[in-house]
């Protein structure tokens, strides 16, 4: 069977969140050593790995009908594609990151104007130039290759533009963040004349659909628990849920189950005040996906 759909898996940071994710969706890719072109279980998808700095240029060309990158490297290349999804995950957590501007913990420098004139490092070249441009502040911006935090310190640069999630790299390195620039996250993108061709079209929103329901039910676990007749009231008004929670009766009991879908953060301060309510025999379960 002919392939139908060429996808692009990014290559480094994200590529084994990514694999993960669509391990939890329902796909397997086999990512083989030193292969650009790792198996997955699905014959009509041919994957193959992608820096996600170059991903939305290939997209974009054709070379590829869909792919995974940032947010951020499709404003870098200022790549015309269809975003098809947001999807918001990452090595380190489920939240978008962020592009800040950072300084030396002793520089005089509070804000972007008070850098005018300085030099500084970064790897979203294209985009600095353009956002100091736009707010007419002149400096020098030099692409960085890497290990962008020890250019200030080494005293190659007076500042950075650096990708972060938590700040505590860049803290760890004697640097202040001073402003933020961009927020950014996973995309799903699409070439246009992919996204035109019904059948690809269809595939690609098969692939959004799960991996949003994967990254929704990591957010979420399944509750169940019996409860009896009298403090069924006072146990439901403890529950939130993506609807109303499922309430079945027992067989041949006073007594009901109760099933109902959670946000995963709230579990630990939730099954007490659920026991003292009067709910029994509590299971949380994992949800691959929520749809």
């Given at each position: 069977m002919p392939k139908i759909l060429k996808l692009g898996i990014p290559k480094g940071s994200l590529q084994n969140a990514t694999v993960e994710l669509f391990k939890r969706s329902g796909w397997k890719i086999d990512v083989n050593g030193r292969s650009y072109f790792p198996e997955i279980d699905d014959d009509e998808i041919e994957c193959a790995i992608c820096r996600a700095q170059e991903m939305s240029r290939y997209v974009e060309i054709g070379t590829l009908d869909a792919g995974l990158t940032g947010k951020d490297w499709i404003a870098e290349n200022k790549s015309d594609v269809h975003v098809v999804s947001d999807l918001i995950y990452s090595k380190v957590s489920a939240r978008p990151a962020r592009w800040v501007l950072a300084v030396p913990f002793d520089s005089p420098a509070r804000k972007p104007e008070d850098l005018a004139g300085m030099k500084i490092a970064t790897e979203l070249v294209q985009f600095t130039r353009n956002y100091f441009a736009d707010r007419n502040i002149p400096v020098q911006v030099e692409f960085s290759w890497g290990a962008t935090e020890?250019?200030?310190v080494s005293g190659l640069a007076d500042a950075i533009v650096e990708v972060t999630e938590t700040g505590s790299t860049i803290k760890a390195h004697?640097?202040?963040?001073?402003?933020?620039?961009?927020?950014?996250?996973t995309q799903l993108i699409a070439n246009r004349e992919a996204w035109k061709n019904p059948r690809k079209r269809e595939k690609i929103e098969q692939i959004?659909?799960?991996?949003?329901?994967a990254l929704l039910g990591e957010k979420l676990v399944g509750l169940k628990m019996n409860v009896p007749q009298e403090r069924l009231e006072a146990v439901i008004a403890h529950l939130p849920s993506l609807n109303a929670p499922t309430v079945s009766p027992l067989y041949q009991k006073t007594w009901f189950s109760i099933e109902?879908?959670?946000?995963?953060?709230?579990?630990?301060?939730?099954?007490?005040?659920?026991l003292k309510s009067g709910a029994e025999g509590i299971i949380e379960y994992a949800l691959n996906k929520v749809i």
């Amino acid at each position: 069977m002919p392939k139908i759909l060429k996808l692009g898996i990014p290559k480094g940071s994200l590529q084994n969140a990514t694999v993960e994710l669509f391990k939890r969706s329902g796909w397997k890719i086999d990512v083989n050593g030193r292969s650009y072109f790792p198996e997955i279980d699905d014959d009509e998808i041919e994957c193959a790995i992608c820096r996600a700095q170059e991903m939305s240029r290939y997209v974009e060309i054709g070379t590829l009908d869909a792919g995974l990158t940032g947010k951020d490297w499709i404003a870098e290349n200022k790549s015309d594609v269809h975003v098809v999804s947001d999807l918001i995950y990452s090595k380190v957590s489920a939240r978008p990151a962020r592009w800040v501007l950072a300084v030396p913990f002793d520089s005089p420098a509070r804000k972007p104007e008070d850098l005018a004139g300085m030099k500084i490092a970064t790897e979203l070249v294209q985009f600095t130039r353009n956002y100091f441009a736009d707010r007419n502040i002149p400096v020098q911006v030099e692409f960085s290759w890497g290990a962008t935090e020890a250019k200030v310190v080494s005293g190659l640069a007076d500042a950075i533009v650096e990708v972060t999630e938590t700040g505590s790299t860049i803290k760890a390195h004697g640097l202040r963040i001073i402003h933020e620039l961009m927020l950014t996250n996973t995309q799903l993108i699409a070439n246009r004349e992919a996204w035109k061709n019904p059948r690809k079209r269809e595939k690609i929103e098969q692939i959004a659909l799960l991996l949003k329901g994967a990254l929704l039910g990591e957010k979420l676990v399944g509750l169940k628990m019996n409860v009896p007749q009298e403090r069924l009231e006072a146990v439901i008004a403890h529950l939130p849920s993506l609807n109303a929670p499922t309430v079945s009766p027992l067989y041949q009991k006073t007594w009901f189950s109760i099933e109902t879908v959670v946000q995963n953060n709230v579990v630990r301060d939730l099954i007490p005040k659920l026991l003292k309510s009067g709910a029994e025999g509590i299971i949380e379960y994992a949800l691959n996906k929520v749809i």
